[in-house]
């Protein structure tokens, strides 16, 4: 099964600074690249956790004593770790990309290259498929997500060409739904429909909310001094790390105690996203646009 190569390897196990028995999560298993990188540097009491919701990913599993996964979205990591009785991690991986194999995968939904029915779920238990979104949304629901997600110029007739349409047929399939807003593509073709298959995929899977919660739980179970390492696709997700690194919240305002302290849950450690070589794009030409960022959780004065 093919899954991308992993974006930033050497940079993003760097930036763990893994410790021979610490505890580490990979938030996005995936095809395991990043996972098998930090088990060659853990020792045999170090231990390493991986979550991903997709059940395809369970043939890239890791035969080793000292690696756990568990099949569900990261963005219950909390709970889950708690059910498995870990208290905590001294660090966090998350690689939020899209993998090779789900696009190529046409069956699956989620390239516009092929022909199937519109699905796009990472979690093929889920019930909202993006036909079933594409066929049931409103049409300022559907301007909405195609303009905050795809950043899509003209979304508004976008979404009142698939309403007409569906009022005639519901969309079932790609090439169906290909057909329906092939008039009103903008500019670059490919890059047009790639923004609006992004916007689809991301409200399918919920993945802004997905995001929030991780980040809130991985403060949460993070040991202090332990580090995170999180590599984004695109503008709205880097700008939710960014924001939340900074000072612990969404929308990347300080707050302060009664006293006056700001407060301040990370060390930044890039205070700038570190992004892959030119020779890492001419390799690997999905990792252009991605963006790392690490943080490390700040020691209590106590304990610092």
Not at 39 to 44: F, K, Q, V
Not at 90 to 99: E, K, N, Q, V, W
Not at 137 to 145: A, F, G, P, R
Request: with cysteine; aromatic share 10%; charged share 30%.
């Amino acid at each position: 099964m093919e899954y991308h190569n992993p974006v930033l390897l050497k940079e993003s196990i760097e930036g763990l600074e893994i410790k021979q028995n610490g505890i580490y999560l990979d938030a996005t298993f995936g095809g395991g690249g990043h996972s098998r990188a930090i088990l060659e540097r853990l020792g045999d009491k170090g231990s390493l956790i991986g979550f991903d919701q997709d059940e395809d990913v369970k043939q890239n599993l890791i035969d080793d004593d000292r690696f756990l996964f568990i099949n569900h979205n990261f963005r219950y990591l909390k709970r889950f770790l708690k059910l498995h009785q870990i208290d905590g991690v001294d660090g966090i991986l998350a690689d939020l990309g899209i993998s090779s194999h789900h696009i190529n995968a046409a069956e699956r939904g989620f390239s516009y290259r092929f022909d199937a029915a519109i699905d796009m779920r990472m979690n093929q238990k889920d019930e909202v498929t993006a036909g079933s979104i594409l066929n049931s949304y409103t049409t300022d629901e559907l301007q909405n997500i195609f303009s905050k997600y795809g950043e899509v110029r003209n979304s508004k007739s976008l979404a009142q060409a698939i309403v007409e349409q569906r009022s005639i047929k519901d969309l079932e399939t790609i090439n169906e739904f290909i057909r329906t807003i092939d008039p009103w593509v903008r500019g670059n073709r490919n890059r047009y429909l790639s923004c609006v298959f992004q916007a689809l995929r991301m409200e399918v899977n919920d993945e802004v909310a997905a995001l929030k919660d991780f980040l809130t739980d991985s403060l949460s179970v993070l040991n202090e001094g332990g580090l995170i390492v999180i590599i984004s696709y695109h503008s709205i997700e880097d700008r939710l790390v960014k924001n939340f690194f900074k000072t612990g919240n969404f929308e990347g305002q300080q707050e302060k105690d009664f006293y006056g302290n700001i407060h301040r849950p990370f060390k930044v450690i890039t205070k700038k996203a570190k992004v892959p070589t030119p020779e890492e794009v001419n390799s690997n030409p999905r990792s252009r646009s991605a963006k790392m960022r690490i943080a490390q959780k700040q020691f209590t004065k106590s304990n610092s």
